[in-house]
């Protein structure tokens, strides 16, 4: 969703580079970024299951971010 914002990840980059790179983005969308990539981290890495609950916060934290940056050009 970010790549349609023209906001992508160098091939070299890790996730968390990533997302401390969109420093710029407001306040709460960067936060909101950071959260998702630490929850990535824990899955991930760290063989945590994520339930349907948590599954579903976490989609309904991209959509606002996908609404909070606006349209898409």
């Known amino acids: 969703r970010l790549e349609r914002r023209k ?15 969109v420093g710029f983005l407001p306040g ?12 990535f981290y824990r899955v991930r890495y760290g063989g945590r299951e994520l339930n349907q609950s948590q599954q579903a916060r976490l989609m309904r934290v991209v959509d606002r971010i996908d609404t909070g940056l606006g349209p898409t050009q």
């Open 7 to 21: 906001i992508s990840r160098s091939a070299h980059m890790t996730p968390m580079e990533f997302s401390r790179s």
């Open 28 to 39: 709460e969308w960067y936060s909101a970024i950071q959260r998702l990539t630490r929850v």
